[in-house]
């Protein structure tokens, strides 16, 4: 497909568990995006990757979330002993440059923390 | 610092009536302005967005948006509404030099018949 693909659409895990989260960007597209949207909210940014570089990760909430780009293409969120407060939609989107280049998303996967 | 504001949490309207979506941004230069639209269980999808020149853009789906810097609005219209076009819509502002966007807290619309 030509869009942006997140898997799985649905994770459900218990607190404390650690989830992967994975992001498959349209092709050839260099920056890569991750919100964290909780119920009723607008997405929130967590991290921003150009290529394979980590350019910004000032909204990851802790050190328990770790995101990752290693060949400047597919792109893995991973959350580390979870907590009820992670459960969320987590967006990924990716664009062919910067902030002025229009942002495509993925259709999420929504995470719930028992 | 950045902020994104939609007063407006649920809009209803019949269908074939006209739409107006608020949205007000607080930056200091010009902002970089999107409107998003995402239906239940779906992701973003980009309706239209504003970097320069003319301040009435031009969407898909039959939307509209007007910059008016001195009111910092961008708001979003529509002359006649689709029942299809009941979803909730999200502004966003980037900025110069920035990597991601600010969202607003999204306008839940209801189309009734």
């Known amino acids: 497909g030509a869009g942006v693909s997140q898997s799985p659409r649905y994770k459900v895990a218990k607190r404390g568990q650690d989830v992967a989260l994975r992001c498959d960007p349209i092709s050839g597209h260099v920056s890569l995006f991750w919100y964290q949207q909780a119920l009723g909210q607008g997405p929130e940014f967590l991290t921003y990757?150009?290529?394979?570089?980590?350019?910004?990760k000032s909204g990851l909430p802790s050190d328990r979330f770790f995101a990752e780009r290693p060949e400047g293409s597919v792109s893995t969120l991973k959350i580390q002993r979870t907590q009820q407060e992670d459960s969320a939609v987590y967006l990924c989107?990716?664009?062919?440059?910067?902030?002025?280049?229009?942002?495509?998303f993925g259709d999420g996967t929504r995470l719930s923390i028992l | 610092a950045q902020s994104v504001t939609q007063p407006d949490i649920h809009i209803t309207v019949s269908e074939g009536a006209s739409l107006e979506l608020r949205c007000n941004y607080s930056y200091g230069a010009t902002p970089y302005l999107f409107w998003y639209v995402q239906s239940p269980g779906q992701g973003l999808q980009l309706l239209l967005k504003y970097f320069s020149g003319d301040t009435l853009v031009q969407g898909i789906k039959g939307f509209e948006a007007e910059f008016k810097r001195s009111q910092s609005s961008f708001n979003l219209r529509k002359p006649s509404v689709h029942w299809s076009d009941a979803a909730e819509y999200f502004c966003a502002v980037g900025q110069t030099g920035a990597n991601n966007l600010f969202f607003g807290t999204g306008t839940r619309l209801t189309v009734i018949p």
């Open positions: 990757f150009q290529n394979e570089a980590q350019l910004d």
């Open positions: 989107a990716s664009s062919s440059g910067t902030v002025n280049q229009p942002q495509h």
